[in-house]
């Protein structure tokens, strides 16, 4: 129960905090996601009564029942959804919703040593520890951004350059036709010229992803603990001279918010402990770069940290300075665990989520 | 915000004791506390929410991991008839205070009081897991990775 009040028209937004009232404000959303529910509803009944209806009922194909029921479907899956997600938080607070999405791992088995469950917001580490080095224990998987990098902007390219081609159709159509529409003309020019730029850029991304060669990091233990020491081997393919490799340990702090009606992520690494560092260096064809170092994990380092929009990511990272190249950097994350606590502690039960009383 | 007539004015305190003074707990350790709830007068508080949790600050949205969950709805247990109580908690192994430049860490308690016809009142109470040293900013932004 709550004291009435009026919404207001205009408020005021400090921080993430807001001066209007939750209760108006989860009414209006109530209003919104209620009146697509009662479309989708609508719609259904009307369509569904001219399909019945309709002289060729029994005909009419299951394809055309989807496409018919697309738009309904959708409505109803909107509004149905974002009026669950209403009423199940209606009255909650933010603690007892949290509590509420936590209930499900009451269930789960809460084992000892190293069970992803001992450590609540400590990224999973599975998919690191799946891959045997050849030297060392584990082989650690590159960090992805490369190839999707490559991937984005052959993506751009072809979609730019496909508008281009039918603007540029459209244009030659005209040419042949005795007319020459020079707005058309004036708008190519520049499409064209990104149409090229972003195929240069891709053709440039594709050859230095594939023309220096890969890079491979072994390490003898996985996951880490803060003092933890590691032997890591680092192997390094490609032909010719390099200036420089150099490994380092790094900690990145990554930040997802919105920013208007864009998602923004901010990166930004707050701790570099240099680990090995090799110049001049001429790999032969047929041979790759390889060496053996080893680092330690900073006694007082924070663990690794993964939550829906907030990370903080320990990882290896391998700078390349090939001589007819540009120098590039590869990363390969780690995940380093807590400090150790006393073992007597680990037998106590875990938290628990409770409520006293007779209900709300 | 407007107040409906004959309401009296309420500032609802929560005054908090933890059993470690300098509210500093390692990993997995239990949390001792107790709190008193005062500046309610005759207000009728109809549920009383307490809880352990860690939320994240800094330039990302706020995430929310939850401990501990407490609900009291027995009015024998609820302000006016009983303002003081007690609860302890075992902290998880992880996540750990951290004082970073983008990404923040934050372990509190909150004592939550729902009074009938008026608004919920909340009273938050920070305290560190760990003893982490805070970060400093090295480089912005990282070179793009290839």
Redesign the interface.
């Known amino acids: 129960m709550v004291t009435f009040r009026l919404p207001r028209l205009f408020e005021k937004k400090r921080g993430s905090r807001r001066t209007g009232s939750q209760a108006w404000g989860q009414f209006g959303e109530a209003c919104f996601y209620g009146s697509l529910l009662v479309a989708g509803v609508v719609f259904t009944v009307i369509l569904g009564r001219r399909i019945l209806e309709a002289p060729g009922f029994a005909s009419i194909s299951l394809w055309t029942w989807l496409l018919t029921l697309l738009l309904p479907g959708a409505l109803l899956s909107i509004g149905g959804s974002g009026l669950a997600r209403l009423l199940t938080g209606w009255g909650r607070s933010e603690e007892g919703m949290a509590a509420l999405r936590r209930f499900p791992e009451m269930f789960q088995p809460s084992g000892r040593g190293f069970d992803a469950n001992e450590f609540p917001s400590v990224p999973p580490w599975e998919n690191f520890n799946n891959s045997p080095g050849t030297m060392l224990r584990y082989r650690l998987p590159l960090e992805s951004a490369e190839s999707w990098s490559v991937f984005g902007f052959g993506l751009f390219a072809v979609l730019w350059n496909a508008v281009v081609i039918l603007l540029a159709v459209a244009a030659g159509v005209d040419f042949v036709g005795g007319q020459t529409d020079w707005l058309l003309l004036a708008i190519l020019v520049p499409f064209v010229a990104i149409g090229i730029g972003g195929v240069v850029v891709f053709v440039r991304a594709l050859v230095l992803q594939n023309a220096v060669g890969p890079t491979q990091i072994e390490i003898a233990d996985h996951p880490l603990r803060p003092g933890d020491r590691c032997d890591v081997i680092i192997g390094q393919g490609g032909i010719g001279m390099f200036r420089q490799i150099s490994l380092s340990l790094e900690l990145e702090e990554l930040a997802t918010f919105r920013q208007g009606t864009d998602t923004r992520t901010e990166r930004r690494v707050v701790r570099e402990e240099p680990v090995a560092e090799w110049r001049a260096i001429t790999i032969a064809p047929g041979h790759r770069f390889e060496e053996r170092a080893s680092f330690e994990v900073p006694a007082e380092a924070m663990h690794s940290f993964a939550s829906l929009h907030n990370s903080v990511t320990w990882r290896i990272a391998v700078r390349v300075e090939p001589a007819k190249w540009p120098k590039f950097t590869r990363h390969f994350p780690i995940v380093v665990l807590p400090q150790r606590t006393g073992p007597t502690l680990l037998n106590t039960p875990p938290a628990g989520i409770a409520t006293v009383g007779s209900g709300r | ?4 007539a004959g ?1 009296e004015r309420l500032e609802p305190r929560v005054v908090v004791n933890f059993d470690r003074p300098s509210r500093r707990y ?5 949390v001792r506390l107790q709190y008193h709830v005062a500046g309610t007068g005759d207000a009728q508080v109809r ?1 009383i ?1 307490r ?4 939320y ?1 600050e ?17 009015a024998e ?1 609820l302000p006016p008839t009983q303002r003081q109580g007690e609860f302890a ?8 205070t ?1 004082e ?4 923040k ?1 934050r372990w509190c308690v ?1 004592v ?1 009081l729902f009074f ?5 009142f ?1 009273s938050e109470h920070v305290f560190d897991v ?1 003893e ?2 805070p ?12």
């Open positions: 915000m407007s107040r409906t309401q390692d990993p997995q350790e239990t549920m929410e809880s352990a949790l860690w994240t800094g330039k990302g949205e706020e995430d929310l991991g939850i401990c501990f969950f407490e609900r009291i709805t027995d247990h908690f075992r902290l998880p192994a992880s996540p750990m951290y970073g430049t983008i990404v860490i909150r939550r009938k016809g008026r608004r919920d909340v760990g982490l040293p970060a400093m900013p090295l480089r912005q932004p990282p070179t793009a990775p290839r």
